[in-house]
């Protein structure tokens, strides 16, 4: 008899093991989803971050160019 409590004591550890395994992969799975969307969110940013440099860096040649007279025109 004691040997049965005993296998089913191991029953329930294997049970119980098992539930929390699905439950970390489960969450594994949805930490690795998360990565994905935020590896996305960052390139778009960066890709943004360089239209704007890239403008600003334009909009940077074109003042030194201009007179001041020619920003006073302007407005």
């Known amino acids: 008899m004691a040997k049965q409590q005993k296998i089913k004591n ?3 550890e294997i049970r119980k093991a098992r539930e929390k395994f699905w439950e970390i992969k489960g969450r594994i799975k949805q930490i690795e989803e998360r990565e994905k969307e935020l590896r996305d969110e960052l390139e778009r940013v ?3 971050r360089t ?4 403008l600003v ?3 940077k ?3 030194k160019t ?3 007279t020619d ?5």
């Open 10 to 12: 191991l029953r329930d």
């Open 46 to 48: 960066r890709e943004h």
């Open 51 to 54: 239209y704007y440099e890239s």
């Open 57 to 59: 860096s334009d909009m």
């Open 61 to 63: 040649k074109e003042m």
């Open 66 to 68: 201009k007179k001041s």
């Open 71 to 75: 920003i006073l025109e302007e407005l």
